[in-house]
């Protein structure tokens, strides 16, 4: 979808991916090290839940945030996601 938008400055969004990539490789070892495997797992799915709720508000969707934050937070709706 970002490469989608972004296609023609799209040697940036492949620069943007891969550091957000090596950021999240870099955070795993401190978050398994200070909460565990299970509680990173949750704290993981938190920050993917606030992540999508933020993507979607700037893109200006109501129903698409609350999709993403509830995907990333891994629960159902009554809309079975």
Do not use: K
């Amino acid at each position: 979808m970002a490469v989608a938008e972004g296609i023609q400055r799209v040697d940036r969004v492949y620069f943007f991916d891969l550091l957000g990539a090596a950021a999240g490789c870099l955070a795993l070892v401190p978050f398994l090290d200070r909460f565990g495997g299970p509680n990173t797992v949750l704290a993981t799915s938190v920050l993917f839940a606030v992540s999508a709720a933020i993507w979607y508000n700037i893109a200006g969707t109501l129903r698409g945030r609350g999709h993403g934050s509830r995907a990333g937070a891994g629960l159902r709706g009554p809309d079975r996601l």
